[in-house]
């Protein structure tokens, strides 16, 4: 059986960290943290390296500010002309809602609740808010009925 030769998996270098002491002339002692506080600080001189400046200390006045990316607009033609359908699916506990877009290119789509923007959610509070009623729901049928002529007589 033959063995298969394994790459060498160690990291060459880690740092930078602070030399606290020096003792003796071949090994100093090193402010470690994180996950080498546990370790011994004492590492003999032949592994220590000069740490190397990076760009920010040659360029010590420049001051380099954080890019912010500008806000994203949804495109036109993927904004929602209205709310079709909803359904719950049972198997994650959420709803999805049939969407149609204002350009037609797109066919209709489910849509997960999360995945809909804040601008376009009074769309789907508009919808479920006017879900027409059943014709032959007895209890509101009774309630037109009564709220119409309250002279009628129940027979």
Partial sequence: MQEKAQ??????????FVI???????AVQVELSGE????????PVSLIKPLQ?????????RNPTPLTLPPVEQDEDKKIKKVIKERRLRSKNQREYLIRYRNPVHEDDWLAESEISDADKFLIM???????EHKH?????????????TTKTWS
């Fill in 7 to 16: 790459i060498n998996q160690k990291i060459s270098y880690v740092g930078p």
């Fill in 20 to 26: 606290v002491a020096l003792n003796g002339t071949n």
């Fill in 36 to 43: 080498l506080e546990n370790k011994h600080p004492t590492f």
């Fill in 53 to 61: 400046p990076t760009e920010k200390e040659f360029f010590t006045l």
């Fill in 126 to 132: 508009s919808a479920c808010d006017s879900k027409p």
């Fill in 137 to 149: 729901d007895s209890l509101n049928t009774i309630k037109q009925w009564y709220s119409q002529d």
